[in-house]
């Protein structure tokens, strides 16, 4: 509207000066009368009534996908499911949840929420909601049916197994927490392991808490693997948490906002030995505080050459609850590597492709440390100078290839066709009671619990049903790995998610073990001061 008012203004003004004198106006104000003329002839000439609000949404889109390729537009419902996403809480029930052939499988309950309270149990399945059928639903439909204002009422029909009848359960829907801490353990005396899935509101204080849970560490193994990022602020914070007070953590600079840097506040409130995971899906604010450890020599970085998103969004509200995601800065890390990757503007698919060329190795700029040297630009860390390399990501200092050796494409098409899950559906239907029973604590369950082979073969039945080709050598080389997802997603059932990593990484996580073996090496260059 202030643009409106602007242009009358303007228009008002040379009018009064010269009657007869046509408008100048600058370039840009030209073309946002041009937008409106196109608006309003539509709105009002048009041979049919037009929806407008479609149209709209749809020039904005066009005109965001011609600039760079994070500026983004969301509807008012993309906005409040993101908004809850940072504010690290919604209204809701307090259900985990899986879609599975259509319909809605609890698989873990909130300890002390709605849900548990009333009586809702893992594995339960959800099919009505508020007298409706849920069959068939959508993965994307189910927080609409499920969330709601704190104090609203739900009512659920639930079908349970060995019960004959479904069950209805009425539930106030309460303030449901969103972690971003997954996983906080002591993986041995001097070890300890955290798990970050993204950065929101309450990730600090989160990560704090599980800072005091294992308390008297000698060396954390952070792990940011496939951390999309999220709010700057609680990035810059995590990277403050290990750096001493005053050291620049990130810059950003943009053409319409001033350069700012942002330096460590506190004294860092962990002095031992850091090891931060990354991989290829590790991106944004995670990169930022890889980065900016790696920088300072203050962390080792373990893993794959992060994704190399380094653009700053400001959200900008669009009056009707949805919102504009506008790229208004670059960030940089301590020693000024560019974080982003090389784009062209308004070529998305092909930032995209070059991101899938990259993994597979078909351009030259390969996930791979031996050819990135070569081709990177080089910098130098700012307190032992070793060489770091920019041109996009964060390259790690030890990294870890992929290990495809197991997964066989037999494996890919069981878990493609939902036979793993189908498997972990009616296992747990048939043996909770004695799982929980048998195994009152994690500890008790990895040191005794087994997955037999009588039990892992039963999938290959299940596979053949599902016109699955039985392939024995794929089943050969995926049967261990298989065995240990299994029994990862159990122990998550039985516990918390974790649990899962707890019992999955030592098993299965190829850069958790090798950093786990770089915690251990007490003489390794890089510990020495």
Known sequence: MSIVLLLIAVNGNIYAQNPNAKPKLAPNVEQLQKIMRVYNNLDKLYVEDVDMKPLVEKAIRSMLLELDPHSTYLTAEEMKSAMEMTRGKFGGIGVAYDVHHDSIVVTNVLPGGPAENVGVRPNDRIVEVD??????????????????????????????????????????????????????????????????????????????????????????????????????????????????????????????????????????????????????????????????????????????????????????????????????????????????????????????????????????????????????????TLRRGRVVYGGGGITPDVKVEVDTTRVSQYLVNLVAKGVRDDFMMEYMDANRQRLESEYPTFAKFESDFKLGDEELDRIVDMAKAKGVEYDAEGYKSSRELLRNQISAMIAQRLFTMSEFYQYINIRENELFNRALELARQHDLDFWAE
């Not at 309460?174 to 041995?188: G, H």
């Not at 005053?246 to 906002?257: D, K």
């Not at 503007?345 to 351009?363: C, S, T, V």
């Open 131 to 380: 007298s409706k059928s849920v069959v068939d639903i959508q993965r994307g439909d189910v927080p609409k049916l499920l969330r709601g204002d704190i104090g609203s009422v739900v009512n659920i029909g639930v079908v349970r197994h060995g019960v004959a009848e479904m069950l209805n359960f009425s539930i106030k829907r309460d303030n449901i927490p969103l972690t971003s801490v997954d996983a906080a353990y002591r993986v041995d005396e001097s070890v300890g392991y955290i798990k970050v899935n993204r950065f929101g509101n309450t990730t600090m204080s989160e990560f704090r808490e599980a800072m005091v849970k294992l308390q008297g560490i000698e060396t954390l193994i952070l792990d940011l693997s496939s951390n999309p990022g999220g709010l700057l602020n609680q990035a810059i914070d995590m990277a403050d948490y290990f750096l001493p007070k005053g050291l620049l953590v990130t810059s950003t600079e943009g053409r319409a906002i001033p350069t700012t840097e942002y330096l460590s506040k506190n004294n860092q409130e962990f002095d031992g030995r850091v090891i931060v995971i990354i991989n290829e899906g590790s991106a944004s604010g995670s990169e930022a505080v890889a980065g900016a450890l790696q920088d300072w020599d203050r962390a080792l970085i373990v893993g794959r050459r992060s994704y190399g998103k380094g653009l700053v969004q400001r959200e900008m509200p669009l009056g009707d609850g949805s919102a504009m995601r506008l790229t208004v800065a670059r960030y940089h890390t301590p020693s000024g590597r560019v974080i982003q990757r090389p784009y062209e503007a308004g070529k998305r698919d092909d930032y995209n492709k070059a991101f899938i060329d990259r993994l597979r190795g078909e351009d030259g700029y390969v996930d791979s440390l031996s050819r990135d040297s070569v081709s990177l630009p080089e910098y130098k």
